[in-house]
């Protein structure tokens, strides 16, 4: 048994000693990997430490740098990730609920604080508030309920919202990197490092500047997985703060050219307390940039430039720095040539398709005009459902008109023609029968004085103003009997036939509609 015993451990120790070299081989390169971690030299982080703690040791961050001897520069730098989308939202009765419950109650209150009284409702009651809703999820600092003798008051409100609060918000959303440089002597240092790296826990114990962008309507910070913030101090008190923020900021749209509309819409921004004295912002020679847009589209608009100023406000509290970057867009014509343009033009060619068919024809020629006259009733108002409220005439409004028009035309064209092809046959069958039944005359020439009878003489030498009809001449633009539709060109009056309006309107329709489309596209495109 020993012996057995002492073979299998001789023929079991290589495979043994190899797995034990193995393990020493992974436990030393895991160390290994762990010595760089743990040799990482500790003067350079001691030194940061202590440089922190002298710094911020006699630091006061509600006083701005250079307090009292000259105002502060702040260089400021953007970096535009994306744009878009800009709507126009129209802010119905279920948004206004807020604005109706302070005008009920005399309280100020934030329009965005919308909410059914069926679900409960709270409001901010002392005024200041930020922001207001149900369930503890708004920030104002005083919420109670709306008492019942006002419950009902509310409650009527909000269901029918008064057409007056029923706004328009034009706005778009604008995401960027948001640099502002600037020098505090107060935290130069003496290091071997050149500059301090650090994070959100730092911005809160210096001073950074009170920026805020005065057309923005809601902005956000971005906090995943940790605030998207940088704070950085150089060691000649150079301080650089960027953080990401996306912005839903106001953009006035003047939509009378629209859909070949182009616009600016700007992003503004100042100090809230500092007048210029005290806080002067810069722009740097490339201060603006914007990132590739094959990574962001706008669908409605083409991105084609920016541009950024600056300007001085003057108020009641002071002279404000103002900056303001433009950003360009020029609307895309696809959509709207496709659901409104295109069949538009469509629809004024098919109520030509009238004037090829008999004039007798009536139930197809009238089914064809009230077709395409409810056709264009509908595309007028498809096209103007997701458009503010305006009191101006826009571009697409003047073309769907027109083509209203031609449509209306056409179906009235066959109408005109309709009544006087039909009060013309009666007329001209009873002036036939008036021929056969007049009784025949020998003409009596007596020393060539006088011929008989007067009345045959007048009517063959009738000029070509004679009565046509009752109440009516041949001068007039429309002939009406057979003598003048037979005349051509007399005393340099046109004679247009009734029988042929159709062939004219072939003609002139389209010759008319072609006109108007050259110079409507080249009015808006062009000019």
């Known amino acids: 048994m020993p012996r057995t015993v002492l073979l299998l451990c001789l023929a079991l120790g290589p495979l043994l000693r190899a797995r034990c070299e193995s393990t020493e081989e992974y436990d030393y390169d895991y160390l290994s990997i762990n010595k ?18 002298s710094l911020l040791k006699n630091y006061d961050n509600k006083l701005r740098p250079d307090i009292g001897i000259k105002p502060t520069f702040i260089d400021v730098d953007i970096y535009v990730n994306s744009i878009g989308p800009v709507s126009v939202i129209q802010m119905g009765p279920h948004k206004c609920t807020g604005l109706v419950v302070g005008l009920a109650l005399g309280i100020a209150i934030h329009p965005s604080a919308a909410f059914p009284p069926e ?24 919420i109670k309920e709306i008492p019942a ?26 995401d960027i ?15 071997t490092l050149k500059a301090l ?10 001073w950074i500047p009170d920026t805020f962008f005065r057309n923005s309507k809601r902005a956000d910070s971005h906090w995943i997985t940790t605030p998207n913030q940088l704070l950085r101090i150089w060691n000649d008190g150079k301080v650089l703060y960027t953080l990401r923020l996306t912005i839903e900021a106001e953009c006035l749209l003047q939509l009378q050219n629209f859909p070949m509309d182009t616009h600016s819409c700007p992003l503004v921004f100042s100090s809230y307390g500092y007048p210029r004295e005290e806080i002067v912002y810069r722009w740097r020679r490339y201060s603006i940039e914007v990132s590739d847009q094959r990574t962001w589209r706008l669908y409605q608009f083409d991105f084609t430039g920016l541009r950024n100023t600056s300007e001085v406000l003057r108020t009641g509290a002071g002279e404000y720095m103002v900056m303001t970057v433009s950003f360009d867009l020029s609307r895309r014509m696809g959509y709207f040539a496709i659901q409104t343009y295109i069949p538009c033009i469509l629809t004024v060619v098919l109520s030509w398709v009238s004037f090829w068919i008999k004039r007798d024809s009536t139930p197809a020629r009238t089914s064809l005009g009230i077709t395409t006259v409810l056709t264009m009733t509908t595309l007028s108002t498809i096209s103007r459902k997701h458009l503010p409220r305006v009191s101006y005439i826009t571009a697409m409004d003047l073309f769907v008109s027109v083509c209203f028009i031609f449509v ?23 002036h036939r029968k008036a021929r056969l039944v007049m009784p025949t005359f020998t003409a009596i020439n007596i020393n060539h004085i006088m011929h ?24 007039r633009f429309f002939c009406c009997i057979e003598d003048c539709q037979t005349g051509m060109w007399r005393e340099g009056r046109v004679r247009i036939h009734i029988s042929r309006l159709d062939s004219y309107s072939r003609v002139f329709f389209p010759t008319a509609f072609l006109l108007f489309n050259i110079v409507y596209w080249i009015a808006y495109l062009y000019l």
């Open 36 to 53: 760089t971690w743990v040799l990482t030299p500790k003067t350079q982080e001691t030194d940061a430490t202590q440089i922190l703690n």
């Open 149 to 174: 003798s006002h419950l009902n008051l509310v409650k009527l409100f909000w269901r029918s919202c008064p057409e007056e609060l029923i706004v328009h918000s034009e706005e778009y959303t604008i």
């Open 177 to 191: 990197l948001f640099a502002q440089t600037w020098y505090d002597r107060r935290l130069r240092f003496n290091s």
């Open 197 to 206: 790296t650090l994070n959100t826990n730092m911005v809160s114990r210096i």
């Open 119 to 142: 679900e409960g409702i709270a409001v901010c009651g002392n005024g200041m508030a930020r922001s207001c809703s149900v369930g503890g999820t708004g920030m104002g600092n005083a």
């Open 452 to 475: 008989w009878p007067p009345e045959m003489e007048e009517d063959e030498d009738d000029d070509p103003g004679s009565p046509c009809l009752e109440g009516k001449e041949c001068e």
């Open 408 to 430: 209306f035309a056409a179906l009235m064209e066959y109408a005109t023609l309709n009544y006087l092809v039909g009060n013309k046959k009666p007329l001209e069958h009873s």
